[in-house]
């Protein structure tokens, strides 16, 4: 099955995560992330995660599952070392509409969450559909050789440079060719020369 590769607007949405653990914690950490409205339901938590909620960044429900929680729910993940809740958590979700993730259970997957590179604004996901998720690591980690840090900076300047752009008058054939400039192999050179002169001082 081939997956629609989307990058989610989560800013204010309501998520719901199950289980509290070590797993769910990263997850509720790439939520927070994106801004997301985090729900958590668990009878217990990690010390991070009673940080969070002690801290108003996330809301705590100390208790179990119930079919209730996925009201308004944008996506659920779910994150516990019960199957049999898995599944429980995964069709109530299937009969709502609601998109759900059960970690480490691709049968039970309406999205994956993929190895993701990281540079600021700039996110390259790396999925294999569930089929080697071992195989998306080892190219995640080939492509943060290849995307280093200097990216996140390099990328505000062309944004700040491509808001100034779209604001003159231009016919759009030279607003392109600016702006396909701006994001060139030449211009990265520039930035990286222009980096280590003021890092020189």
Known sequence: MLLFPAFLKLAGRRCLVVGAGRVAEEKIEGLLRAQAD????????????????????IRWEVRRFRSS??????????????????????????????????????????FYYGAVVRRGSLQIAISTGGLSPALAQRIRKQLEQEFGSEYEDWLEEI???RRRLLAKPL?????????????????????????KRKQKG
Do not use: M
Not at 46 to 56: C, N, P, Y
Not at 172 to 178: A, D, G, I, M, N
């Open 159 to 161: 944004g700040d440079a």
């Open 69 to 110: 929680d996925l009201v308004g729910a944008f996506l659920i993940v779910a994150a516990t070392s019960s199957p049999a809740l898995h599944a429980q958590v995964y069709e109530q979700a299937k009969r709502r509409g609601v998109l759900c993730n059960v970690v480490d259970d691709p049968e039970h997957c309406d």
């Open 38 to 57: 985090v729900c958590v339901v668990a009878p217990s938590a990690t010390q991070r995660i009673h940080r969070w909620a002690r801290a108003g960044k």
């Open 171 to 195: 016919s759009p054939t030279r607003q392109k060719s600016l702006l396909h400039g701006l994001a060139s192999e030449t211009s990265l050179d520039q930035f990286r020369r222009h980096r």
